[in-house]
Structure formats: C-alpha cells, structure tokens
C-alpha cells in the first residue's frame, strides 16, 4: 500500500454513520442517587486482552469484556487480521492467529478509541503487515506524531495525512529493531506502543515514564510470561524479532472499570445523606488515585477487597459528605487523567478552592477537557478559572440549571460528567450528541434510573 494514497474509500460512509448516532440527546433531571451497582469491564484491559488473545496461539474465555464501542472497535480490527472473536452469553471467545497476523483488506476503523489506535499502532508497525487506521471526527483530531516518532526510530513507515499528525494513519513496518526511549509525556498508551513494538523487534527495547502512568501492559505481559523488566520507571521487553511472540491462549478476567465507577463516586460523595455500593471494581494502584484525592476532600469511601492475587478488586462503599477543596497535581495526575472532569464537578459542589494542575494531556483526549468543562461549569454558574495546564474550581455553588443544551462535543467523559453535576441542580438539561457514552459505558443512562435518576 502507498502509505501518502492507501485505500479510504470507507472514511466517509463510516464517519456518517458515527456522526448521526452521535446527535442523540438525553434530558437528566435532578436526583439524589443512591443504591448498588455494577459497572462495565475495564476499557483500558479490554483493549490490551484483545490484541493479546488475537496474537496467541488458541482461544482464549475472556470473562467481563466491555460490550462498549471502544473495545468492539479493537476487537473488530483485530478481527480484519485474522483474529476469531464470538459472544456466548457474555463470554467473549477469542481464537488467536498464533502470532500471523493478515493484512487487512479494508482500512481498520478505530471509531473513538484512541486506546485501540496507538496500542495496535505498535503491534501492526512490529508484524510487518501494512495497514490504514481511520476515525471518528474525535479520534481524527488527536496527536498521532507521539506515537509515530518512537516507530520510526524502531525503523518503522509511519505515515499521517491528517492536517496535523493526525489519522489517517498508513503504517507499514516490519524489520523493528529495539530502541531506549525517554517518553516526553506520561502516556499509557504510548507507553504501551512502543512496548507491543518492542516483542516484534530485535533486540531489546526500553521506555522510560516521567511518571508511573498505568501498567496493564505491563501486567498483561507478565501473565503471559513475556520477557519484561520494570524497573522504577524503567521499562524492558526483549524483542522476539519480526516473527514477534509465540504463546498460548488463556484466560482473562476484566474487572469492572474504576474510571466508569468514578462518576458514581462523587454523585453520592458529594450528597450527605446519600449511600451507595459499586461491586467488583478493579483497583490496581495506578488508577485509583481519585479515592486519594476524595479522601482528601472529605469524602466517606471505604474500599472492600474481596480479590486480592494481581490486581486487587473489590467493592467502594461511599457515604455523603460535604466536601471541601484540595490541589491536584504531579504524579497524581496520570493515575485519575480521565477522573478530572468528574473531580471538577466534585470541586463545584466543594467548599475552598479545589486547584486542578499539570494535566495540559486533559486538552488532547476525546475533546479539550479543560475547555469542555470549564465552559460547561460556568453555565451552571460555577466560579471556575481555566489553566493553561488545568483550572481553579470555587464551591460550593448552588447551581444554576442553563437553559443551552449542553453539548458533549462527542466527549463520552464529558457528557456523563455534566449529567452527575445536574443531578445536583434543580432542573432538568438537555445533554446533545450523548451517543459518545457508548464508547465506555453504554448501560450509563440505565444503571442512571435504576440508582433513582430521572432521564428522559
Ligand atoms: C489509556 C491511557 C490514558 C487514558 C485513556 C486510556 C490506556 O491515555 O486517558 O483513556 O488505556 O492506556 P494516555 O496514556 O495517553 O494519557
């Protein structure tokens, strides 16, 4: 394929297509939330157990998968290169391609998931097939150049025609040889590229974090006895060379994703009076950082491991509390990135000042989340300052019910985000273009009801 002119002839059918289910709108009215509930399968692990159980050799019962478009997406593309993958009553089934990957006939559609794009990035610039990834309008906008650079320098073609470094993106590598690399953001997911790349390449590859960010790769590549030295924030793979890994199917359990809990977390934190359990939540250490920060805020949240080998699981029971405002910074940062927005709604219902910093990546996820939430924020009258690299947040308000709809901007994190803050106003919204909810959390407006939300 020529990586300036391949094959795009379905971008635009497909974009449509996201685009109209994208114009759905939701009205949420105000709501004390409480009760029990049990959220969808980690994205973050999905995604990586997708790629891996398609490189292996046999299938692999993946318990919990997300049932989310983001993680369909990946499943999908790795399916365009040969992989099996079959629902059985919620047990998805992945039959792998024991490490020969096909090229794909057609352009791999990534949808909204920028998981799925830079990590497979990896895996297919390692395998030597060539292949074209394409977007949704979101995922279209986002820097590709962080993951293109480390490619290249493994001996990668990486070819963006996006306007700015961005997809379509036209990969053909092969041929990788082991590169030591400085990360210059604290990025899972480039992390996490640059790592796939590594089992392909010869040689061995190191990546070192300016700060821990999550490590599900990490711990995927331990379960499956891959050669991986941590060291700190020092990370090596040796490289298997162009014919990449070889290893056996297994089983993989997805724990419930902690980020989707979050939402939940502070709806009720933020409500004396109100109680709530959220069940079987994964709590590895590097995503968890927002019960810290809650915490510190005032919040009453007790934590129950009831699974403590790997990742610990567990159940979070949250009692309401009036909560008061805290920094949030530095290493924090990566281990709640995609919390932020739910944290400054948790500042607005704050007393003091809740001081949100060092998260400028917040400007390059699904939309600009510092933007996104301090116009949302001051709609409802918050007091909210915007940051270059965060924003300054003054509670607690007594909100005001806008009368725009709100637009979610296609932003998933966004727009339930804004439905927990008007749970706490005192009249109904209209939220635009919610479809976006479905990439992480497509039962969010029906476990919203059952918790005693009204949405129409
Ligand atoms: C993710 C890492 C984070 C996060 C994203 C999922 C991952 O992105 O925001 O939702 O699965 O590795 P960055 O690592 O680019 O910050």
């Known amino acids: 394929m020529n990586p300036e002119t391949g094959n795009l002839k379905q971008e635009a059918s497909q974009t449509d297509e996201s685009e109209i289910k994208n114009r759905k709108s939701k009205i949420v009215h105000p709501a004390q939330l409480e009760g029990t509930v049990k959220v ?48 059985k009553d919620d047990v998805l089934y992945i039959t792998g391609v024991a490490g020969e990957l096909q090229t794909p006939l057609e352009p791999l559609d990534m949808g909204n998931s920028g998981t799925g794009t830079r990590l497979l990035a990896g895996i297919v610039a390692g395998s030597g097939i060539e292949a074209s990834m394409i977007g949704d309008d979101s995922l279209s906008s986002r820097p590709m150049g962080r993951i293109r650079h480390p490619l290249e320098l ?29 990360l210059p953001m604290a990025s899972a997911q480039v992390k996490s590229c640059v790592l796939l790349a590594g089992l392909f390449a010869d040689g061995k590859t190191t990546v070192v974090e300016p700060r821990p960010t999550r490590d599900h790769t990490e711990k995927l590549f331990q379960a499956l006895d891959l050669p991986i030295a941590i060291n700190g924030l020092e990370i090596s793979i040796e490289g298997f060379g162009k014919t990449g890994p070889r290893y056996k ?6 724990p419930s994703d902690f980020s989707s809990a979050s939402f939940w977390i502070v709806a009720v934190a933020a409500r004396p009076g109100a109680e709530l359990v959220i069940e079987n939540v994964g709590l590895n250490p590097r995503r968890t950082a927002l019960l810290d920060v809650m915490k510190r805020m ?24 009036q909560l008061k405002g805290t920094v949030i910074e530095g290493d924090e940062i990566p281990n709640l990135i995609d919390e932020l927005p739910i944290l400054a709604v948790a500042g607005a219902l704050a007393e003091g000042q809740t001081d949100i910093r060092d998260a400028a990546e917040l400007r390059v996820k699904e939309s600009d989340r510092i933007a996104e939430m301090v116009k949302n924020l001051k709609l409802f009258g918050v007091e909210v ?44 919204i209209t939220i635009d273009k919610v479809g976006c909810v479905d990439t992480s959390y497509p039962e969010f407006w029906q476990h919203m009801e059952a918790l005693g939300g009204r949405v129409g």
Do not use: W
Request: charge should be negative.
């Open 298 to 321: 005032g919040a009453d949240i007790e934590v129950t491991v009831t699974e403590a080998k790997g990742d610990p699981i567990g159940n979070i029971k949250v009692c309401g509390a």
């Open 154 to 182: 493994m001996g990668a073609s990486i070819g963006l025609t996006g306007k700015r470094g961005t997809l379509p993106m036209m990969i053909a590598g092969g041929n990788l040889k082991g590169i030591g690399y400085l």
């Open 249 to 254: 199917a297994r089983d993989f359990v997805v």
């Open 40 to 87: 969808p399968g980690d994205k973050s692990i999905s995604q990586r157990v997708a790629m891996l159980a398609s490189l292996a050799d046999g299938t692999s019962k993946v318990t919990g998968y997300l049932n989310g478009e983001d993680a369909r997406s990946t499943l999908s593309a790795m399916e365009q290169m040969g992989a099996k993958a079959e629902f």
């Open 385 to 428: 300052e915007e940051k270059e690299d965060g924003m300054i947040v003054t509670g607690p308000t007594q909100l005001k019910t806008p009368d725009a709809v709100i637009d979610s901007h296609g932003d998933h994190r966004i727009a339930m985000s804004v439905a927990i803050l008007n749970t706490f106003s005192d009249g109904p």
